[in-house]
């Protein structure tokens, strides 16, 4: 199982800004062990999406160092990073990033192709679980935020995980939505036996947090 590990890490957007907040992450150092569930709350612009981003691989801007598996991340190869986020990290982007010139059913093909660890008859029944069972054939870019967030969510379910990265997963739906999204959500953790961050503007209790910090 994956350890994260931080070390001072300080994005560039926020350099001079990180000791003017009582941050326990940014200029911190910080073990995550695996299994966690830790919940990160952050106001607008204190960098959720970043910290997600660095951690997935996405961003280089940064001081600092962090790790997954004693592996420093600044310095994993293409190659390391595809067999990661094929097998090991998963991810809801806050923006999302569906296509929105495919229907749903392809998105979800495109991510259920990559290691066929669940089917698509599955992935079908996890939206008609959300609510979306009319949606299987219609594009992305038709969507509600709120129907497209669900899509997303079901995406990330359609791999194998040792981690899952949740930024704002819930921001457009309601209570009644969330709550079925969060319990579909842990239900595949635990048959992961994964854990899990989750970023957010506001504290919630969508799950049985180990941890709770301040980004």
Same mark, same amino acid.
């Given at each position: 199982?994956? &350890?994260?590990?931080? +070390?001072?890490?300080?994005?560039e957007?926020?350099? @001079?800004?990180? /000791?003017?907040?009582?941050?326990? *992450?940014?200029?911190? =150092?910080?073990?995550?062990?695996?299994?966690?569930?830790?919940?990160?709350?952050?106001?607008? @612009?204190?960098?959720? !999406?970043?910290f997600?981003?660095?951690?997935?691989?996405?961003?280089? +801007?940064?001081?600092?160092?962090?790790? #997954?598996?004693?592996?420093e991340?600044g310095?994993? /190869?293409?190659?390391? #990073?595809?067999?990661?986020?094929?097998?090991?990290?998963?991810?809801?982007?806050? +923006?999302? =990033?569906?296509?929105?010139?495919?229907s749903?059913?392809?998105?979800?093909?495109?991510? &259920?192709?990559?290691?066929?660890?669940?089917?698509?008859?599955?992935?079908? $029944?996890?939206?008609?679980?959300l609510?979306?069972? @009319?949606?299987?054939?219609?594009?992305?870019?038709?969507?509600?935020?709120?129907?497209?967030?669900?899509?997303?969510?079901?995406?990330?379910?359609?791999?194998?995980? %040792?981690w899952?990265?949740?930024?704002?997963?819930? !921001?457009?739906?309601?209570?009644?939505? $969330?709550?079925?999204?969060?319990?579909?959500? #842990?239900?595949?953790? %635990? *048959?992961?036996? $994964?854990?899990m961050?989750?970023?957010?503007?506001?504290?919630?209790? #969508?799950?049985?947090?180990?941890?709770?910090?301040?980004?």
């Amino acid at each position: 199982m994956m &350890q994260l590990e931080l +070390d001072h890490i300080i994005p560039e957007p926020l350099k @001079g800004r990180v /000791g003017q907040q009582d941050s326990e *992450v940014w200029n911190c =150092r910080q073990t995550i062990t695996p299994g966690e569930t830790v919940f990160l709350r952050a106001p607008s @612009g204190k960098g959720k !999406s970043t910290f997600m981003h660095i951690l997935y691989g996405l961003r280089g +801007d940064y001081e600092g160092k962090a790790f #997954w598996d004693g592996k420093e991340i600044g310095k994993l /190869g293409d190659s390391q #990073w595809a067999a990661l986020r094929s097998r090991e990290l998963s991810i809801v982007f806050q +923006d999302l =990033r569906l296509f929105g010139d495919l229907s749903v059913a392809e998105n979800l093909e495109i991510k &259920q192709s990559l290691t066929h660890t669940v089917t698509m008859d599955q992935a079908r $029944a996890w939206l008609q679980l959300l609510g979306l069972e @009319g949606k299987w054939e219609q594009k992305a870019e038709t969507l509600s935020y709120g129907e497209r967030q669900r899509v997303a969510i079901v995406r990330c379910l359609l791999q194998p995980f %040792q981690w899952l990265l949740l930024d704002e997963p819930f !921001s457009h739906l309601d209570d009644e939505n $969330a709550g079925r999204a969060a319990k579909l959500i #842990w239900q595949q953790v %635990q *048959v992961n036996k $994964a854990g899990m961050l989750v970023v957010d503007l506001e504290h919630n209790d #969508w799950f049985p947090y180990t941890r709770k910090m301040l980004l």
